[in-house]
């Protein structure tokens, strides 16, 4: 069915394009009505967007799919280029299906200028979904800058009281890890038309330059410091609890299910392809590895003593995505695959923690963790959502937390031991970190009279949390259908990452040899 | 994709045992429960729903105003319903198994759980002796105390909760025990733990019973961790972590006593001790005494808790292998259950009592385990289960009694405090015999349940201490010594708490007294069923020679090492190991004496104590809780038990909380984020972005900035 409507042809530019004409529809419309629209909007790209799971044959082998190309910036070279993988398909799908929830999450949160609010929504939804199906360097930059105008405004108008620093916090920090990386894209492409005479941004054709160990070890840098900082890497995390803690419950939703993605994504994508001689670097990987631990040691530690529930949650991110960067340091197929399903778990349950807390803020119109207690007894529904959310994110077998987490470990575990061992003690501080607070909010005695008028779940909020849990314990039992479809493109990466060998110098020279005769030919 | 539909049919292609033996339905047995959960979770959301309204309306919701709703009678059939199901199904395999000569297990896949790279665990069950002897306690001794709790919880607002996640419970131990690799232990695993959680927790507005919660699932994670561990490293070794395929291949794989077996099994002593309270992570299953008492019956002493026991009897080949880890278990075992049994003397709390009673018996089933006595150790816990999952029903229904007393009596006296008690007897006949028959059964007394089993655990030592090339030899006659000092101890606490209980005067007051009863009809006949379990339990194992000697009526006990020979194929690699390297074993405990001359001198050591006991403390006054003394000295010591929590918050929790606070404070707020703020200060003097967001006009400005880029993006490429 799929294919007679050519439905792979379309649909990556539908998932793009259908936002942004949503955000000017949004625009257009009455403010009172902004909220509808831009869920019907969201919610018929997520539709269309289900399709993909189909569309996406792995048995094709991990390259791209679905791909298609227009000529943008002809001198440069620089195309409007689309194709999925096994690894972007689902941040693809992770996104389409988190936007919706997030914008009927707002309903009641956002009070002030809707229409701007929800076509920001609609427009961040443009970014990511680009920056996920971008197979062209300069696309993907544009997108992932794109990406940064709307969180900076969502953040920065309907945020809390300090939302200004942390807007500009958020800004300046990103801003700045991006602008290295467009040093480094822009030697690449130099280097590419140096070496090879191509002018391309296309991932494939970047793929080709024979980069020397140097050069890499640079570029790397450039490029991991920009993912680092969006991941959030130990010590690059402390915009995201301000963030966070700032930002409206959508805002934060999205920004921690998807936005945070985009920097391991970054990781899979470049730092390993592009790089492979210094991503399998012993110096780089124990650097990886260490600050992965760290963050996910340190980041439990600092959560368990978090006063706001919001900065607590916001603390758990840091340490799941050093699940993630360990993970993808592994280099071993369990290790990508389990940190690629970190990534997905990670989204949806934090999305839910983050869209639960905003529902206890929208009732009390605090998160302080010591304000709250007994709501189990007034909320119940609220309560059981919370808890199978929380256990979710502890990593509770037989739930996308536990999946991730263990294949993840396990890859770890295979490569670095004692890395291994430090990293699963994670483990028991999930527990320390989730634990008493879920026992502080919603367990204890019911003493504070502002407490008993807590409301429980509306319809509304049943309608938004209902899939993420089901997803979250679907993905639990049964996680073969995703890591079968991201297999092939993992295993490509590492294939990529461990045959790759230095470009020796004969090599470099006969390579611009060539080029030279070539160009000579031409003219 | 694989198409698996119904998970009640078998999926093609997995790798299944090819068996003479075909099993019926196992996966409705795992199944029954979960659908049970659904239906008590749905009720009980729906009830919580209107309870809440309540509350919020400031009072609390009657459901059993006219009659009770049906949230609260739907419970009382569901509950116990699928788990008679899931008992008569595992009757019905168990009785199929026993005519099948069964060699191989029996393994069934219904469909690939986590497929990547070389990695593949299928979502597969396996049936085999050790795995249906689980079962069978799960689903029977389950079933009875489900029937218990509907007397036990029908009047707590919260009863369809209770048997949701009673329910879901016994799906957790079920998928635990029915596994077919240690990744699907683990769900179970940590799944009994999260109910265990729940349970402990389950009247949670009180703080108390949510922090023991909470206490036992981060103590439990610590073992989890171990667990985790272990399994990376067995797949570091085979490329595969299903039981078939590591066991098959261990002997051959494995040095004997090499550091890498040794490591693995030491990971999973760590989770066996979480799991099973043992030293040094006993801490959290006394404080889980806060969950309702069946809770306490089914989880905390019976069924998951004995879950360590299992996990080494089914890794016994691995167990076997490892000289070193196998006697650090016996050890651990040993110390837990002399150390308990002295905590245990001198608690009034007859629940707490109970609790280190628990953790006491389950050193035992440890030290058999840890001494290669695997089908002793899982005789054990099947005794155990019986005597235990009673005592815990009984004090239940005394408490039930005495808190009506208390109620009447309108006193605030602690319902649980064995001081308040004394003289029940007279009110409770039925729980009062049974009561003693466990009493005598955990005591060791021929010819009840515990007798065997504990008495086989205690000789097994003594053989091993003098096996012909045993490693640390003298460290196992330690152990033996240690075994039988903390059987006499059991023998006294045990009769100390009935004296307590049932005997002597009634201290409740006269107004109270009146309202004491014996417990319903749904109470007393699972009390009644585990007392005759009690009582004949022990005689499905009988030792050829204490079956030959006037111990088994020469030969009068039925069925002579009945279990030994039906866990033969579980444990038969294990016992291969331990031939191979151990040479036989001694024929006389270490002091000389053969077992029949140990039996006897047991039996009558421990019935010596209780009588001795039940005469001293029978003639003494107890005073009342309000009225007693503060202990001193030494009884101050063991009631405080030893102090173990106060310095694991002195020396662990403690320094971790400062430890974050300081990480919090100074690391992430005053260097990290200060070093980061004087960047960016530096940035915003430049003022740029700083003024954009202080127009006042930042709508229109978001507005037309985005516009902005759009149109350049557009431009640059159409």
Known sequence: MLSALAYESWILHALIWLPLLGTFHVLWAAEDRAKWLALRWSLVVFVLSVGLWWAYDPALGGGYQLTSSLPWIAVWGVNYALGLDGISLFMVLLSTFTTPLAILGSFNYIKKRQKAFYALMLLLEVGVVGVFSAVDLFLFYVFFELTLVPMYFIIGIWGGERRVYAAIKFFLYTAFGSLLMLVGILYIYARGKALLGVTSFAFVDLLQIPLTPQEQMWLFGAFALAFAIKVPIFPFHTWLPDAHVEAPTPGSVVLAAVLLKMGTYGFVRFLLPFFPLAARHPNVVTLMLTLGVIGIIYAAWVAAVQPDAKKLVAYTSVAHMGFVVIGIFALNVNGLQGGLLVMISHGISTGALFLLIGMLYERRHTRLIKEFGGIGRVAPWLATAFVITALVSIGLPGTSGFVGEFLTLLGVFENHPGVGILATSGVIFAAYYMLPMVQSVFFNALEKPENREVRDLSRREVVILAPMIALMIVIGVHPTPLLRRMEPSVQMVLERVYAAAPPSAALIESVQEETVETVERVE | ?718
């Open chain 2, 1 to 718: 994709m694989r198409p698996f539909g119904l998970l009640l049919l078998q999926a093609p292609g997995l790798e299944d045992s090819q068996a003479a033996w075909e099993p019926v339905l196992p996966g409705l047995i795992i199944l029954l429960p979960l659908l049970g959960f659904a239906i008590n979770g749905a009720l009980a959301l729906a009830a919580a729903r209107k309870s809440a309204d309540a509350v919020r309306a400031g009072r609390e919701f009657d459901f059993f105003g006219n009659g009770r709703a049906v949230t609260h009678t739907l419970p009382t059939w569901v509950g116990p319903g699928v788990l008679l199901l899931a008992f008569l199904l595992t009757v019905v395999n168990f009785v199929g198994m026993l005519g099948a000569e069964l060699h191989e297990p029996v393994i069934r896949s219904y469909w690939s759980w986590i497929t990547t790279g070389d990695l593949n665990i299928a979502a597969a069950i396996q049936l085999d002796q050790l795995s249906m002897v689980m079962m069978m306690i799960i689903t029977g001794v389950g079933f009875l105390i489900h029937v218990f709790s509907v007397g036990y919880m029908q009047n707590d607002p919260g009863y369809p909760r209770y048997f949701a996640y009673l329910n879901l419970f016994i799906f957790f131990m079920l998928v635990l025990v029915m596994g077919a690799s240690y990744p699907i232990m683990f769900i179970g695993w940590e799944g009994v733990g999260l109910c265990s959680y729940l349970l402990i927790g389950f009247w949670f507005s009180d703080e108390e019973k949510a922090s023991a919660g909470k206490k036992a699932f981060i103590v439990n994670r610590i073992g989890d961790l171990g667990f985790l561990l272990a399994i990376f490293l067995l797949y570091l070794v085979f490329q595969r972590v299903d039981y078939a395929g590591i066991f098959g291949d261990a002997e051959s794989v494995f040095v004997y006593g090499g550091p890498v077996i040794t490591t693995v099994t030491l990971f999973f002593l760590l989770a066996a001790v979480g799991k099973s309270a043992q030293i040094p992570l006993h801490i959290w299953l006394p404080d889980a005494m806060a969950g309702p008492t069946p809770v306490s019956a089914l989880i905390h002493a019976a069924t998951m808790v004995t879950a360590g026991v299992y996990l080494v009897v089914r890794s016994s080949v691995l167990f076997a292998l490892a000289p070193l880890s196998s006697a650090v278990v016996a050890g651990i075992g040993v110390l837990t259950a002399l150390f308990a049994a002295t905590v245990a003397l001198r608690q009034q709390d007859i629940k707490k009592v109970l609790a280190y009673s628990t953790v006491s018996q389950l050193g035992f089933m440890f030290l058999g385990v840890g001494v290669g006595a695997y089908t002793a150790g899982i005789f054990h816990l099947m005794t155990h289960a019986f005597f235990k999952a009673l005592l815990f029903l009984g004090a239940g229904a005394v408490i039930h009694s005495i808190q009506h007393a208390l109620h009447h009596s309108n006193k605030d006296w602690d319902a649980q405090d064995m001081r308040n008690m004394g003289g029940l007897r007279a009110y409770m006949p039925i729980t009062w015999i049974a009561m003693w028959l466990a009493t005598l059964a955990i005591a060791g007394i021929w010819p009840f349940a515990g007798f065997f089993s504990k008495d086989e655990i205690i000789w097994m030592t003594g053989a091993m201490a003098g096996a012909e090339n045993a490693p640390y030899a003298g460290l196992y006659t330690v152990y033996w010594v240690l075994a039988l000092a903390t059987a006499m101890l059991t023998a006294f606490y045990m009769t100390r708490l009935m004296v307590m209980t049932f005997h002597g005067r009634n201290r409740t007051g006269a107004t109270g007294a009146e309202h004491l009863h014996e417990a319903p009809k749904t109470m007393w006949i699972p009390l009644a069923i585990l007392a005759t379990l009690s009582v004949f339990g022990g005689w499905i194992n009988v030792t050829t020679d204490l079956r030959e000697s006037v111990l088994g009526g020469f030969g009068a006990l039925p069925m002579g090492e009945w279990l030994h020979h039906w866990l033969e194929p579980v444990t038969e690699a294990a016992h291969r190991v331990q031939e191979a390297h151990l040479g036989e074993l001694a024929h006389a405990a270490p002091l000389g004496g053969g077992e029949v001359a140990w039996g006897l001198i047991s039996t009558v050591a421990a019935l010596a104590v209780v009588l001795v006991t039940a005469r001293l403390l029978g003639r003494k006054e107890v005073p009342v809780a309000v009225e007693d003394a503060e202990p001193t000295g030494l009884s101050r010591i063991l009631f405080n038990k030893w102090y173990v929590d106060e310095f694991y918050h002195r020396w662990v929790v403690d320094p971790v909380l400062t430890t974050s606070r300081v990480l919090w404070r100074i690391v992430d707020t005053r260097i990290i984020d200060g070093a980061v703020n004087l960047v960016g200060n530096a940035a915003r003097a430049i003022g740029w972005l700083g003024s954009l967001l202080q127009t006042g006009q930042v709508n229109t400005y978001a507005f037309f900035f985005t516009l902005g880029v759009l149109v350049i993006l557009a431009m640059i490429g159409f």
